[in-house]
């Protein structure tokens, strides 16, 4: 999925798209339905003879009731409208069940699609741009459902009619029929031909479809930016290009479709008119009947049509069959980081002990540079440890670490002695509670962002965290109070009030662990003061790693760690490393320094 990966597609496409061999996929997850397949095919099948019943019937009417001088034609006609009726209700039950079987099989696939997602690390979603999985959930998502609702039925009856119709004029005149089936290879050629090109151009298309729905999200997502720095011109033009680049290969698509469909189309009916020129001779001299020549005309009509329909649906089919191959990427995707075959029970009661044992690791996105270095860092159960350092220093990949989101290169990652790779992922995660230095919340109510670290929290539990997040005050004057819409990423609440929502669920999940990255950065003067104190209480009998940059907030910690450049430079309490007079003295005056010299010209 990764620029590499796709450029590779490129290069051999039949490699990664296999052609029409990755609708498999699709037919497989249609298979677990069969009595709507059943159900579908026998209403296809019931439809598709009826429509050949049509020809047949005129054809009756014509040699035995006009031809024959009978002036009864009446019953003739009244058989010809049952066969109508018996047609629009197979089409009817034919529609429904190849729609519910579409429907219900781009829901299984985008289930299984999004299940398998969330088992990925989050490396791969580093790699691979959210924004272009959420179009092959959509867009993707919606050729399939054509190819199964609509495609396959179609091309499924055509096939019906086309193998029934030529079977059908070989019982009127063989000779006839023998001509037009000379014609098929030739027609069969150019779909061949073309529509190999039009596997790979079908597959770009798809791509700049994603590129514009991704393009989409990122600039709605960060549309105060836009506005802020004046740059809705210079969007709307990248917009512009991306759309442009769209309509191109679906120009390209297009116009690779109409030839072939042009081409096949102007053969068949070349020999349609040919074989009823030489049907006219016959009526002519008496060999062949009135009746027989128009049904023969109905019947080639449709057959022509069937196979010109045909090319069409090769041309969906190849779109479809892009479509599933992407699809099927993300189907396919192995997680990075899963739980082994016989994970290792951590020990219970959980002691709270985090041990980074000779940890170097590099970031997939930047393997030239080591976030660690040979970093080793044991904290006890119920230690306060801070971690300080400039950016970059390697502060938050601790937290990457701990919660197993990656596994180093060297060294080992160890929760109460037990080695990360040799338990649960989940069993780790149910541990620890982080609180982000970004706030992430939902588009959803209060309580279900609150709960979030504790789904089962009662309602009274929820407004004892927001009491002791300060989150309280704010909460109950919303209109609706925990069920007020949050709106997309909280964009109805301030900053500071995103953040003590965050450390509210953080409160909810009452684990043994605490990861704060800069927990109080959003807050002002007074809200900090009270989260700080909220916090140390919660830290209590906790193992806590506080990420902080603002060296106020971690004075009283038991411990405070120095880094730079994915190394231990410093450590000690914060009186001792002000008298090393190393890193921490130099960032401590530079931050004490900054905050006396605002308050002196505030108060002047």
């Known amino acids: 999925m990764n620029d590499k990966t796709n450029s ?7 490699a990664r798209l296999k052609k029409i061999g990755n609708l498999r996929m699709v037919f497989e997850r249609a298979a677990k339905y069969p009595k709507a397949i059943i159900f579908a095919m026998l209403s296809l099948f019931v439809a598709a003879m009826a429509t050949l019943a049509i020809p047949a019937g005129f054809k009756t009417i014509i040699d035995k009731g006009f031809m024959a001088g009978n002036g009864d034609i009446a019953p003739y006609f009244q058989g010809l409208l049952g066969v109508v009726a018996v047609l629009a209700v197979a089409t009817a039950f034919r529609f429904y069940f190849v729609s519910w079987l579409g429907e219900r099989v781009v829901a299984d696939i985008r289930l299984a699609v999004q299940r398998n997602l969330l088992s990925l690390a989050p490396g791969f979603f580093e790699e691979n741009r959210p924004s272009e999985i959420a179009s092959r959930m959509t867009s993707d998502t919606a050729v399939i459902e054509q190819v199964v609702g609509t495609t396959v039925s179609v091309a499924l009856r055509n096939i019906v009619i086309g193998i029934g119709g030529i079977i059908y004029l070989f019982t009127l005149a ?6 037009l089936l000379l014609a098929i290879p030739v027609i069969i050629l150019p779909i061949v031909f073309i529509g190999r090109k039009l596997t790979n151009v079908s597959r770009s298309s798809q791509d700049r479809v994603a590129d514009v729905g991704a393009m989409v999200a990122e600039t709605l997502g960060a549309m105060k930016i836009v506005q802020a720095f004046g740059q809705e011109e210079r969007e709307h033009e990248r917009f512009g290009g991306a759309v442009e680049a769209t309509f191109d290969t679906a120009k390209r698509r297009i116009r690779l479709r109409a030839a072939m469909t042009a081409i096949v189309i102007g ?6 008119v040919m074989l009823m020129w030489r049907g006219a001779i016959g009526v002519a001299d008496g060999s062949i009947s009135g009746g027989t020549i128009a049904a023969f005309v109905l019947t080639g009509g449709l057959v022509a049509g069937a196979f010109g329909a045909l090319t069409e649906v090769y041309g969906d089919l190849l779109r479809g069959a892009g479509a599933a191959g992407r699809l099927a990427e993300l189907l396919s995707e192995k997680p990075g980081i899963a739980a082994p075959e016989n994970p290792i029970a951590l020990p219970e009661p959980s002691r709270g002990q985090i041990a980074f044992d000779n940890v170097t690791f590099c970031y997939p996105a930047r393997p030239e540079t080591q976030a660690l270095a040979n970093f080793s860092l044991t904290v006890s159960p119920g230690e306060t440890v801070a971690v300080v350092g400039p950016s970059g220093a390697g502060k938050s990949t601790l937290f990457q670490l701990a919660q197993r989101f990656y596994d180093p290169q060297g060294g080992s990652v160890r929760i109460d002695g037990v080695a990360l790779p040799s338990a649960d992922p989940a069993e780790i995660r149910h541990r620890m509670a982080l609180v982000p230095q970004e706030t992430v919340l939902f588009a959803a109510s209060a309580r279900d962002n ?3 670290g504790n789904w089962e929290a009662t309602d009274e539990e929820i407004w004892e965290a927001a009491r002791v997040a300060n989150a309280e005050k704010f909460l109950r004057a919303l209109p609706e109070g925990l069920d007020s819409f949050m709106g997309e990423s909280g964009t109805r609440l301030s900053g500071g009030q995103r953040q003590r929502i965050a450390i509210a669920r953080a409160l909810l999940r009452n684990t043994p662990i605490l990861l704060l990255d800069e927990a109080t950065s959003a807050l002002d003067a007074e809200s900090e003061k009270l989260v ?10 906790r193992t806590t790693i506080v990420i902080a940059h603002r060296l106020a907030t971690v004075r009283s910690a038991d411990r405070i760690i120095v880094m730079d450049e994915g190394r231990i430079v410093e450590q000690g309490d914060h009186d001792s490393l002000i008298t090393k007079n190393g890193l921490y003295a130099r960032l401590a005056e530079l931050q004490f320094s900054s905050a006396e010299s605002g308050r002196s010209k505030m108060l002047s």
């Open 450 to 452: 609150l709960r979030y």
């Open 267 to 272: 053969l068949i009916f070349t020999g349609i």
């Open 8 to 14: 590779s597609a490129q290069d051999d496409p039949p």
């Open 174 to 179: 063989p000779a006839l029929t023998a001509g």
């Open 532 to 541: 700080q104190d909220a916090l140390e209480h919660l830290m209590q009998d």
